[in-house]
């Protein structure tokens, strides 16, 4: 199984100010047949189940805010969150699906400082 | 819109069976298949399977190969998550989740999801 680790387990931000979120996969993620990356982002509140917020790896979901963007390639990942706002208080979880099993990051949260 | 709503909450014994419902609505059910992922309590998320909506075909993770069942009803298109010899690890949110696109080769992120059901495994 391809195993997800997320960094850090814990990040307190400021209101207004950048979050940076990182997962790296332990197999590439990357298929270059069609130069596609097999990697989700979901953000998950207290009580909720996770909601899609990129695919393949940089395309952001439907009604997604701008300031949510994600970006990397291979193993190494980001998913950035600009100018944080208090509805972003959650937990953010990175997911392949590059194989079967598809298997998520532990899972970072992310707070106000 | 697209929703998935799912049945409520269940208590169960050591080595009972639970059976968690997922009723879609806002698409055509047979074109889309149907994942299972579980969150324990304060823990992160696990992918359990994934279920055809057109025909028999499924697919387990590993660990839960020979104790659990995952169908569909067509007719009420319902997609159902059977888990059998229950133990106390087994206590968890279930969530089902859709396919966002037919993939023949099942790789897929998952949209959207259930609203969760708990499950508890106590005595």
């Known amino acids: 199984d391809i195993v997800m680790t997320q960094s850090p387990d814990s990040l307190p931000v400021s209101l207004g100010e950048r979050a940076t979120i990182s997962c790296k996969s332990s197999?590439?993620?990357?298929?270059?047949?069609?130069?596609?990356?097999?990697l989700a982002w979901y953000q998950q509140k207290p009580g909720q189940p996770p909601k899609l917020l990129t695919y393949w790896a940089s395309i952001r979901e439907y009604g997604v805010p701008d300031r949510f963007s994600g970006s990397g390639s291979g193993t190494d990942f980001t998913l950035t969150i600009n100018s944080l706002q208090a509805e972003d208080v959650a937990i953010y979880y990175c997911?392949?699906?590059?194989?079967?099993?598809?298997?998520f990051g532990q899972g970072t949260k992310v707070e106000i400082k | 819109q697209v929703q998935l709503v799912q049945s409520g909450p269940e208590v169960k014994m050591p080595g009972a069976s639970v059976k968690v419902s997922c009723k879609a609505s806002?698409?055509?059910?047979?074109?889309?298949?149907i994942n299972w992922v579980r969150q324990a309590p304060g823990q992160g998320l696990e992918w359990m399977g994934w279920s055809s909506t057109n025909n028999e075909k499924t697919n387990f993770a590993h660990k839960f190969q020979g104790r659990v069942t995952m169908t569909t009803d067509t007719s009420t298109s319902t997609a159902y998550m059977e888990l059998r010899s229950l133990t106390s690890d087994d206590t968890a949110v279930y969530y089902c989740?859709?396919?966002?696109?037919?993939?023949?080769?099942?790789?897929?992120?998952?949209?959207?999801w259930g609203q969760g059901t708990l499950v508890t495994v106590s005595s």
């Open positions: 197999h590439s993620v990357l298929d270059s047949s069609n130069s596609k990356n097999y």
């Open positions: 806002g698409y055509t059910f047979t074109s889309l298949g």
């Open positions: 997911q392949q699906y590059y194989s079967t099993p598809p298997t």
């Open positions: 989740a859709r396919d966002p696109r037919p993939s023949a080769e099942r790789k897929n992120w998952f949209d959207p």
